[in-house]
């Protein structure tokens, strides 16, 4: 693995999505990088790669997965990777980062992000994915927390005791979806900022904020909301305690237009400069 | 329970299976919502890919049948986007006496296709005058798919797409076919006759121009022949689906 390390950077970033094409296209929009969801251009050619040459020239582009299936005990699909890493190679983003979670065993994809029992077997083959993956991709693996609605009656230790040990043994990085921290801290009886005290900042080169729905004795992490109040509340507490990271408001339904996006943006700016200037 | 074991019974459980996963807490919210999230989003999937049939069959009978298929296909490939391909065999057999339905859902499908499909620049007209004819081998762009039909799928198509008056289904008068190909970022389709589906078909498999020409006039006759064949340069080149003249 030649590279084995992720350079930090500090930005505030959207989510590339179909209805603002043409505002990337034509306008000056002020984001420091763009994210993209990596399958939407793991295509053989069209407007979508046209759409990502023409972006990739103006800001940093972060890849961003959600069929790795990183935790799949029988491994991670080689035509996948194959196919990841040619995208890769085009479009030399900041980093690529997927799930921790899994997708798939054998011939049936969920295309779900399904949840991991934290054990010490699921650990171990998610470190063994997670190298294959660097070796294959040849850069560190960058792997953001999931919503989960449920918790399994094998676990043997917390989700931040599971990233932190993953982290350590693999070199791999985090991004931080604070609004998974509140969703399936809700969900299943954990304090988010016990999470966040877990977590190995110094791993962390990204954060996604979102918002959330409020299911049948579930909280669903819908993105298809501004962020609430309670996640910008978590944001602002572990803003300081990180390096520079590369924040975004992650938005993927009931898409509005951008503008509304970008302030909610400047939300998260504003936060990160009143908590960074108090810390200081 | 083995990681594998666990794995298998929850895409088990979520195919359809009973479940006996022992999840913390044990109050079933949990795996419903992973049971629902699984079946909701291969509807949206659906959905997106076949936006068109979705218009023509309605809200509920689209949902009908795409619930009918997710239970019998569930996903295999590693993206999402090729959930669907088959598809159209499902509605053709739920619709058997409504032939357009599956011939809306192939055209939806070959559309969407070619929009991500292989990128190839179009021949440039202005080379016309430098090909050897006598040799020539067509090339076309790798988008280009032939569908056979039998109703007025390409209209309906259309007019659902235009937001116009949608006319009902027919019969063709005779068995067509329509084209499908990209024209730079853009799907298109063309219906065309038989005698032309048969020259895209040999160009296709590599016969030379001069030869497709021999055969067009053994099936059609030589006068009849010549005018088609010219016609269908004429309309391959300015409608930019070829993409090279060899």
């Known amino acids: 693995m030649p590279e084995e390390t992720i350079a930090p950077f500090h930005g505030f970033g959207l989510g590339l999505r179909i209805p603002h094409f043409q505002n990337y296209l034509t306008e000056s929009v002020p984001v420091d990088f763009v994210e993209i969801i990596s399958e939407n251009f793991m295509v053989a050619g069209g407007r979508p790669l046209h759409v990502l040459d023409e972006v990739r020239e103006r800001w940093p582009v972060a890849m961003h997965g959600v069929s790795m299936s990183i935790g799949s005990a029988d491994g991670v699909r080689s035509d996948y990777l194959e196919r990841l890493k040619a995208l890769a190679d085009r479009v030399r983003p900041l980093w690529v980062s997927d799930h921790l979670s899994w997708s798939r065993v054998g011939e049936v994809n969920s295309h779900d992000l399904l949840p991991l029992p934290f054990t010490e077997e699921a650990l171990d083959t998610v470190c063994a994915n997670?190298?294959?993956?660097?070796?294959?991709?040849?850069?560190?693996?960058?792997?953001?927390?999931?919503?989960?609605?449920?918790?399994?009656?094998?676990?043997?230790?917390?989700?931040?005791?599971?990233?932190?040990?993953?982290?350590?043994?693999?070199g791999c990085y985090l991004l931080l979806d604070v609004n998974n921290i509140y969703v399936s801290g809700t969900n299943n009886g954990f304090?988010?900022?016990?999470?966040?005290?877990?977590?190995?900042?110094?791993?962390?080169?990204?954060?996604?904020?979102?918002?959330?729905?409020?299911?049948?004795?579930?909280?669903?992490?819908?993105?298809?909301?501004?962020v609430p109040d309670p996640?910008?509340?978590?944001?602002?507490?572990?803003?300081?305690?990180?390096?520079?990271?590369?924040?975004?408001?992650?938005?993927?339904?009931?898409?509005?237009?951008?503008?509304?996006?970008?302030?909610?943006?400047?939300?998260?700016?504003?936060?990160?400069?009143?908590?960074?200037?108090a810390a200081a | 329970m083995r990681l594998l074991d666990l794995q298998r019974d929850f895409l088990d459980f979520l195919v359809d299976a009973p479940s006996d996963i022992a999840?913390?807490?044990?109050?079933?919210?949990?795996?419903?919502?992973?049971?629902?999230?699984?079946?909701?989003?291969?509807?949206?999937?659906?959905?997106?890919?076949?936006?068109?049939?979705?218009?023509?069959?309605?809200?509920?009978?689209?949902?009908t049948a795409a619930?009918?298929?997710?239970?019998?296909?569930?996903?295999?490939?590693?993206?999402?986007a090729d959930y669907g391909v088959d598809f159209s065999a499902t509605v053709a057999d739920l619709y058997p006496d409504d032939p357009e339905v599956a011939e809306i859902a192939a055209l939806d499908w070959a559309l969407r296709r070619?929009?991500?499909?292989?990128?190839?620049?179009?021949?440039?007209?202005?080379?016309?005058?430098?090909?050897?004819?006598?040799?020539?081998?067509?090339?076309?762009?790798?988008?280009?798919?032939?569908?056979?039909?039998?109703?007025?799928?390409?209209?309906?198509?259309?007019?659902?797409?235009?937001?116009?008056?949608?006319?009902?289904?027919?019969?063709?008068?005779?068995?067509?076919?329509?084209?499908?190909?990209?024209?730079?970022?853009?799907?298109?389709?063309?219906?065309?006759?038989?005698?032309?589906?048969?020259?895209?078909?040999?160009?296709?498999?590599?016969?030379?121009?001069?030869r497709l020409c021999d055969r067009l006039s053994e099936e059609i006759g030589i006068e009849i022949a010549v005018d088609?064949?010219?016609r269908y340069l004429a309309s391959w080149v300015q409608d930019q689906m070829i993409a090279e003249i060899r």
């Open chain 1, 231 to 277: 996640v910008w509340d978590l944001f602002a507490r572990i803003y300081p305690g990180l390096g520079p990271v590369a924040a975004m408001i992650e938005r993927d339904d009931n898409i509005p237009p951008l503008q509304d996006l970008l302030d909610e943006l400047d939300i998260a700016r504003r936060i990160a400069g009143d908590v960074t200037a």
């Open chain 2, 114 to 210: 070619a929009f991500d499909g292989p990128d190839a620049p179009a021949f440039d007209p202005q080379q016309l005058g430098a090909v050897d004819w006598d040799e020539a081998v067509i090339a076309f762009v790798p988008t280009l798919t032939l569908l056979s039909v039998k109703t007025n799928c390409a209209l309906i198509w259309n007019a659902i797409a235009a937001e116009e008056e949608v006319p009902a289904a027919e019969m063709l008068p005779e068995p067509g076919w329509v084209r499908v190909w990209r024209v730079g970022l853009q799907p298109h389709f063309a219906s065309i006759e038989t005698t032309e589906m048969g020259a895209i078909q040999l160009a296709s498999s590599g016969m030379s121009f001069a």
């Open chain 2, 67 to 80: 619930r009918r298929h997710i239970a019998g296909h569930p996903p295999h490939s590693w993206t999402l």
């Open chain 1, 130 to 170: 997670i190298e294959h993956v660097q070796n294959v991709l040849e850069r560190p693996l960058v792997l953001e927390n999931p919503s989960t609605y449920l918790t399994f009656a094998d676990d043997q230790m917390t989700e931040w005791a599971f990233l932190a040990e993953m982290t350590k043994r693999t």
């Open chain 1, 191 to 226: 304090d988010p900022y016990d999470y966040l005290a877990g977590v190995p900042a110094e791993r962390v080169r990204q954060i996604h904020l979102a918002g959330h729905s409020q299911g049948r004795g579930r909280l669903i992490d819908t993105h298809d909301e501004p």
């Open chain 2, 228 to 230: 088609a064949a010219s």
């Open chain 2, 23 to 63: 999840v913390g807490g044990d109050d079933g919210i949990g795996l419903a919502v992973y049971h629902n999230a699984y079946s909701a989003q291969l509807v949206e999937c659906l959905k997106d890919s076949y936006e068109r049939l979705w218009a023509w069959l309605g809200d509920e009978a689209f949902e």
